[in-house]
């Protein structure tokens, strides 16, 4: 296995070695927050999206980003000659700092992972199963740390033959922890929960093609039965067609015609083949 | 400063060297528990119903705490030799492991710090003020250590005049982020919340007390402004009175006669003069 860094503050240190104290914030009281993007032959995707809400994030939670913007893409730039690994995952993560009293923020550690990721295309063919459960996350709208509720049911997701959970709550569907959802109705209206949800770069993306049908609305549960399509979109799925939920096959249980246009759009954007 | 040592799974290191890698999924995911519980006069205070509660909070959240009760309590034991704190706070800290992906639960890290702390029966007096917000922590029972809003709270908490912040919701109060609450009624009734909140130890003494007309059973925003009394209790407040809601007074703004009264029953059981 090749050598890998990561950054921690204004440090480079083997993947090994990167340790931070226990009196981190994250570890003492789950408090940070983060982003997560790709390269693709060894350039970032959607850097500015990522890090316009890495920054909104960051304020919401009242840690300050060691870097600014300019400063952060120099020292990504860096770990990523470092690394040498053209394609890949980064994560940037923020946490509450180390704190004396285990309680009052300190000056936030940051830390920039980097792994290698290569999409994989013919996982849109088997899609995904998921299984319902009554969940809204706390601060939707900032993407923390906070997992916990999409750990724990790792186990409840398996006991329902589901590949990931789909919160929702009186505000109607969610999403899922790492992906955003999308459904088509028999209108081919592509639409998208608009509250209560974090808002994804590739749900953004999504909403602003051209020549689609799109909206960002409330869905409710009882509106499943009845969709043509269904699929979930994030940095490494992309979009993922939903081919069923709390065991009810969607559509024909196959791919739908508008999540591959979807799908082939959103590939070109990235610019992969 | 003299020495002060961690435990860290099996190893005794030294608090300026207690580190973890930043693979753990709390740093990750701000996925773990915790407990928490006084020494005085080098003896553990109400050790087995904190570790009754670590037990089953490591067991909802799919953790294996790495001791039996009795290998916990031995290495306990040890800790306090090695960092001779007669009087202190310890706290028992069960991560969710290193996690190669970053998601999936690996062995979990058990850290268990001690600092020094000792009870400061003048607090009493001060009382302390609260301020409500609306929020319901997920999985309340469980002690997790997800304090987000807790943390993120605190400026609001400044901006309103408040020592602390008072969580409610659709069903009723529930607590502060580290302590139980109670209120007393004009017919000199005990109560405090029922559900959904995380069931405190010194909250569970009071509910025990024998001649006082205690009960745990909903508590709605609109009874505050008729009540006789209020307070919080933690394991480091042991009894503390409130004495100001959202700017409000309660009673005659001075600790209450039944708050004075159950104050020493508590100090009396942790053999506090």
């Known amino acids: 296995m090749s050598v890998n860094y990561v950054l921690i503050n204004d440090d ?16 003492q009281r789950g408090y940070g927050v983060f982003d997560f993007f790709k390269t693709i032959h060894g350039e970032p995707v959607f850097l500015d ?4 809400r890495l920054y909104a994030s ?13 400063g952060l893409k120099e020292i ?11 394609d890949s995952g980064i994560r940037i993560t923020l946490t509450g700092g180390y704190s004396e009293d285990g309680y009052t923020l300190g000056k936030p550690n940051l ?3 980097q792994s290698a990721f290569t999409f994989d295309k013919t996982g849109f063919d088997k899609g995904t199963r998921l299984v319902t459960f009554v969940h809204q996350r706390q601060l ?14 790792q186990h409840f997701i398996k006991q329902n033959n589901a590949d990931d959970v789909l919160y929702h709550s009186a505000s109607g569907i969610g999403e899922c922890p790492r992906s955003n959802f999308f459904i088509v109705t028999n209108n081919d209206e592509i639409i998208t929960p608009d509250k209560n949800i974090l808002h994804g770069i590739t749900r953004k993306k999504i909403l602003q093609l051209t020549g689609l049908n799109t909206a960002s609305a409330a869905i409710y549960p009882e ?3 009845a969709i043509k399509e269904a699929f979930i979109t994030s940095t490494t799925k992309i979009v993922l067609p939903v081919l069923n939920i709390n065991g009810n096959t969607i559509g024909d249980g196959k791919p739908g015609t508008l999540t591959k246009t979807i799908f082939k759009r959103l590939l070109g954007l990235q610019g992969i083949e």
Chains 1, 2 share one sequence.
Do not use: G, W
Not at 12 to 27: G, Q, R, T
């Open 140 to 153: 939707p709208h900032v993407k923390t740390i906070d997992y916990l509720q999409a750990i724990r049911l």
């Open 76 to 86: 990504i730039r860096q770990l990523m000659n470092k690394n040498d690994l053209p």
């Open 49 to 52: 999206d990522h890090l316009d």
């Open 111 to 113: 830390v920039i992972t």
């Open 223 to 225: 509106q499943i039965a």
């Open 12 to 27: 480079f240190v083997l993947k090994e070695d990167a340790k931070i104290l226990i009196s981190d914030l994250s570890v």
């Open 58 to 70: 960051a304020a919401e939670m009242y840690l300050t980003v060691p870097f600014n913007r300019d």
